[in-house]
């Protein structure tokens, strides 16, 4: 099919269709639609229990939906195991942070690459040299999502020691360091100072320009949401409300009934 303008459409790295997810007699998700571009930052927000942290876990393989399917560069993923999923170059980060907080904030970028490693203990202890190549390859990944972070003043400090806006920093590094070309990020500014959550905007915005990443952003912050997003998904009760750009969700009365005028219209946050 082409477009207005004669041309292919472009293909969606992911693409969400009819996705419908029950727990019980709960409703999560009900015949949700849409199609995420390569290189864009798409936002889903929507009130609490609006269905947003589930279809997170649809697409990383935690939750495995009833109904539809979740394509990423065109392969359903529907049942596939989450390390089976990450491999395939989707990682995430979570709204609790689930870094190993007695570890180094160096150990945990490197266990962030260990879907890439290849040499395991025997083979490593067999071809040694490999082991060591590797090693250096995966340091120097991990040594740019260092720079990139602007964490180097913390590289060998324990992760329970730091604050709360660092510790968030340093999970956005371990999911980098997997190389992802989709990040998933589940509230990536959740707590956070206005200074802080400043910081973490710029980061998305460099990991999403300078490294191409494609960016799925749950995010209850709608002056950020509608700063650095390219598209906005609403979800309400599970169904989605609408999916555009920031200014066509900002004017559709459908939202503003539903959700924006309820809770963010009023405080006058955009
Ligand atoms: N593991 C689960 N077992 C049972 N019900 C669940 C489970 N996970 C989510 N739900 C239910 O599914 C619905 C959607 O929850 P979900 O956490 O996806 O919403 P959300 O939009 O991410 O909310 P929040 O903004 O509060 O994080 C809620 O009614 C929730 O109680």
New binding site residues.
């Given amino acids: 099919m082409l477009n207005s303008n004669g041309a292919a459409p472009p293909t969606p790295l992911l693409e969400i269709d009819g996705v419908s997810?029950d727990?019980?007699g709960?409703r999560?998700?009900s015949n949700v639609h849409f199609n995420v571009y390569s290189g864009t930052i798409q936002a889903i927000i929507?009130?609490?229990?609006?269905?947003?942290?589930?279809?997170?876990?649809c697409i990383s393989g935690l939750?495995r939906p009833q109904h539809g399917a979740i394509r990423f560069e065109g392969r359903n993923i529907v049942g596939m195991a989450p390390h089976h999923i990450a491999r395939l170059g989707i990682a995430r980060s979570f709204?609790n942070i689930e870094l190993f907080r007695h570890m180094t904030v160096l150990d945990n970028l490197m266990l962030g690459r260990h879907i890439h490693m290849r040499s395991g203990v025997l083979s490593g202890g067999v071809y040694w040299g490999r082991a060591q190549r590797e090693e250096i390859a995966h340091r120097e990944i991990v040594e740019q999502v260092i720079d990139l972070l602007e964490i180097q003043s913390i590289r060998k400090k324990v992760v329970g020691a730091l604050p709360y806006g660092l510790q968030k920093r340093v999970e956005l590094g371990r999911a980098l360091a997997m190389s992802p070309r989709l990040l998933l990020l589940?509230?990536p500014m959740a707590g956070m100072n206005s200074e802080e959550k400043e910081d973490m905007a710029r980061f998305i915005l460099d990991v999403n320009e300078e490294w191409g990443a494609t960016i799925v952003l749950?995010e209850?912050d709608m002056g950020v949401v509608m700063d650095i997003s390219d598209c906005v998904a609403v979800?309400e009760f599970?169904l989605l409300l609408a999916n555009g750009s920031p200014d066509e969700v900002r004017s559709d009365p459908k939202v503003i009934d539903a959700y924006l005028g309820r809770e963010h219209a009023v405080r006058q946050e955009w």
Avoid: R
Avoid at 46 to 57: F, M, Y
């Fill in positions: 997810l727990f019980g709960v999560a998700l929507g009130p609490n229990g609006a269905g947003k942290t589930s279809l997170l876990n939750y709204q589940d509230e749950i209850h979800l599970g």
